[in-house]
Structures are given as C-alpha cells and as structure tokens.
C-alpha cells in the first residue's frame, strides 16, 4: 500500500513539468489527495464496510472537486493533473501509470446494472474534458483527445478524437503523443472530400451541355472518389457502420 502511495507521488514530477518541489506537490496538488484518499476508501470498501468509504470520498470530492467511487480499481503511478470535475464511476477499473486531466468523466451510459464503466489500459492519457461512457475497452497507450466522446471499444496504440470519438491514428507498437494542435480532422476531412467531388461532377455537367451527352462514361469519375473510401457500391454502408457509428477513416 505505501509503495503505490510512494509511486502516486514520485509520477508527478516525470509528468507534470511545473512540479519542482516535493513539499509544494505534497500540499498544493489535489488530484494526489483525492487518489491518496479513495486509495484508504477502496480499503474499507472491499473489507465490505458500509457507508464510510463513500463518505470519505465525498469529502475528497469536497476538497479537492474530483469524485471516485471507493469501488473503483485503479492501478498504480495514476495522476489526475489538475483534476477539477473529474468523475470516476464504481465499476471503472484503470491501468497502471494512467494520466487524467480535468473534466474527465469515466461514467455509464444509463441505469444498466453491473460492469457498467470503463476500462482503461496502461499508460492511457485523456485529455481534458473527454468523456468514456459505458462499458468500453481502451488498450494500452491509448490517447484520447480533450472533449472527445468516446462510447466504443478502442484498440491498444490508438489516438481517438471528436465526438463521437473516431479513430485517427494508428500506429504499431510504439506509444503516441497526443499533441492537440497536430491532431488531424476526420470530419473536415470527410467534408473536404465530398466538396471536391461535388464541384469535379459539376464541371463534367458544364462540360456536357447537350441532353444525349449527359449520360456520362464512368471512366470520367476514376480518381474523383475520395482515396480513403470504399469502392461506390459500398459507400453508404462504410460511412453508416464506419464512421458514423465512430469508427476510423
């Protein structure tokens, strides 16, 4: 127990740059103390005392304004950076070395019973203000963009964003940064490609001005369809089960 509250602590200064002196983190930092407290909560909580682990975190939550359920699982070196309007549900189980930034909700989507929260990997980062809703899979190294919604299963690697978040990196083996300003847009780019599609058609319509040309060769359309789409026939099922539904372009 005092070598994951030692680990809780030493993580701050790998990952929070501003974070330079012990007793500053020890008294100024309330994502630590509302970990610290919902680690002696989740105690008595699986010792199956009634009342007093919730009522612990609600006095973290008064202190601090992060909510955990004392039935969460959280693994070790977790940080909350920030912290302000964090909530984590009772049936979340998080991984080991996880990053949370304010705002973060890992919640249900409803009043179903049981496993009903997240589940996140190992080093998963979520940016500030994201939601993960239900009971969804994040793998390891996940990067979920700040105030994405995120309510499908996400694969190990991956970085997601948007609301509903989409899928938009997929890399190997090897962790992703999550650098906001260099994240690319799905939508846009979605939108981007139906333009340029619309706008090449109506030149072909220009180009053929008499009624008998109008039945144009569909030789003339190669290249026009956008390169990361599906074959015509199987457009209006890719973007149907596939990116409307949240999944990758």
């Known amino acids: 127990m005092f070598a994951i509250l030692r680990q809780d602590f030493q993580i701050i200064f790998e990952r929070d740059p501003a974070a330079t002196n012990w007793l500053e983190v020890l008294l100024c ?3 630590l103390h509302a970990l610290w407290i919902y680690r002696l909560a989740h105690i008595l909580f699986q010792w199956g005392i009634p009342v007093l682990p919730r009522f612990m975190t609600q006095i ?12 969460a699982k959280i693994g070790k070196g977790a940080f909350i950076d920030h912290g302000a309007g964090v909530v984590i549900g009772a049936t979340t189980i998080i ?15 409803g009043k179903e019973t049981g496993k009903r929260h997240p589940t996140l990997g190992d080093h998963v980062i979520v940016g500030a203000g994201a939601k993960v809703l239900g009971n969804i899979e994040l793998g390891s190294h996940v990067r979920i963009g700040a105030g994405s919604v995120v309510l499908k299963d996400v694969p190990p690697n991956c970085t997601v964003v948007g609301i509903p978040g989409r899928i ?12 906001h300003s260099q994240m690319p847009d799905p939508e846009g780019e979605v939108l981007r490609s139906l333009i340029n599609r619309v706008e090449h058609l109506e030149r072909l319509l220009e180009d053929h001005r008499l009624p008998h040309a109008l039945v144009m060769d569909s030789e003339a359309l190669n290249g026009v369809r956008p390169s990361h789409l599906k074959p015509a026939g199987e457009l209006s099922e890719c973007i149907r089960d596939c990116f409307c539904d949240g999944g990758g372009i």
């Open 95 to 109: 991984g080991e070395f996880v990053l949370l930034y304010q705002g973060v909700t890992l919640g249900g989507t």
């Open 60 to 71: 973290g939550r008064l202190l601090t304004g992060i909510e955990i359920h004392p039935g």
């Open 29 to 31: 930092y309330p994502g």
């Open 168 to 179: 938009v990196q997929r890399r190997g083996d090897r962790p992703l940064p999550l650098e």
